[in-house]
Every structure is written in structure tokens, then in C-alpha cells.
């Protein structure tokens, strides 16, 4: 049989992370443009054989232009010389519902393994006649493991922005014919 391929839903999907701020409180911040191609071997989500997503740079979004600037700049992405953030799957572990995506993130010239928690929500037709799958993806990275590491401190002492990002997506897939 061949495979299967599958492409993002982008208007029901989306990539936010997490960070600490001051250690007291948690900022939010998204990936407006984002693709992902997902390969099987059959409609089976346990024989996924390919997984690409890069996530554009200059997309970030954390409702503070100011903040958005910072971010793009040389103290974190330099989205000026790395526009994207590349991650690529090598390997699915799981059954049912719940499973784990083992793969390489990419953050500027960086490359490191991250391992992803995976919750399959179900494959379902559309009103229109499309498939689609939908998933739930958890994961942490040490941003300064990628280079990531600017950082001040403030006159108590305490850090402005955590070492771990929380990654969270909500993704829908569509079914190539």
C-alpha cells in the first residue's frame, strides 16, 4: 500500500509556548505561520514514517510588539539569519490515544533530540468530504540548550525569563487524496 500524507489544517490549528517571567508569572506566545506534513503508511497514525514542521520566526505573536521585537532579535531567534524553526520526527512510540514523537528541534544553527507527548483526538469526515485528524502535543525544552541564553536579573536577585519553554500545539491534519 502507499503512503499516506497529510498536511496542516491551519485554521484549526496552533503552536504556543510558555515562559516564565520573573519566575512569578507565565507569558504566552504563538506561531501565526506554521506547516507540517505528516507521512504514514496507512491510515494508522502508529506507522507515521515522516514528520516535518517549520515554524516562522518572524510569525511569533505574544501580544507585545516590544516583547515580539526582543524575540526575533539576536538576544534570542536572530530571525534575520534563522527565519525558522525546523523540527523533524524520526521516530513514534504509542498505541490508541497516547503516544510519544521522538524527533530533532532546530532553533537557529542548533539542532538537538526532543521527545513529545502525543494525544490522538480521533480521524473524523468533514461536511465537505475531507479526513481529518486532530492531536494534542506537550513538550519542554531547555531554551538555553539551543543557544537561547540571554538573560538579566533583577535587584532581587531573580531571573527574567525561565530556562524551560513549555511547547504546546493543537493540531488538525488533512488527509492528501
Given at each position: ?76 531567534f536572530n530571525a534575520a539569519e534563522n527565519s525558522q524553526i525546523i523540527f523533524s520526527g524520526k521516530k513514534y ?85
Amino acid at each position: 500500500m502507499a503512503s499516506v500524507k497529510w498536511t496542516l489544517d491551519p485554521t484549526h490549528s496552533e503552536i504556543s509556548f510558555k515562559a516564565k517571567h520573573l519566575m512569578i508569572t507565565t507569558v504566552t506566545g504563538y506561531f501565526k505561520k506554521f506547516s507540517l506534513e505528516v507521512e504514514t503508511e496507512n491510515e494508522d497514525f502508529n506507522t507515521v514514517s515522516a514528520v516535518r514542521l517549520s515554524a516562522d520566526v518572524n510569525s511569533i505573536d505574544t501580544n507585545n510588539e516590544q516583547r515580539d521585537n526582543h524575540l526575533r532579535s539576536a538576544d534570542f531567534f536572530n530571525a534575520a539569519e534563522n527565519s525558522q524553526i525546523i523540527f523533524s520526527g524520526k521516530k513514534y512510540e504509542g498505541s490508541g490515544d497516547e503516544g510519544k514523537l521522538y524527533g530533532d528541534l532546530t532553533i537557529g544553527k542548533t539542532t538537538k533530540p526532543v521527545a513529545l507527548d502525543v494525544e490522538f483526538g480521533g480521524i473524523v469526515v468533514d461536511p465537505y468530504g475531507q479526513t481529518k485528524a486532530g492531536f494534542t502535543v506537550d513538550g519542554k525544552i531547555s531554551r538555553k540548550e539551543f543557544g537561547l541564553t540571554w538573560n538579566a536579573v533583577t535587584e532581587a536577585g531573580n531571573v527574567v525569563v525561565s530556562d524551560e519553554i513549555k511547547i504546546h500545539a493543537e493540531i488538525q491534519l488533512v488527509k492528501q487524496a
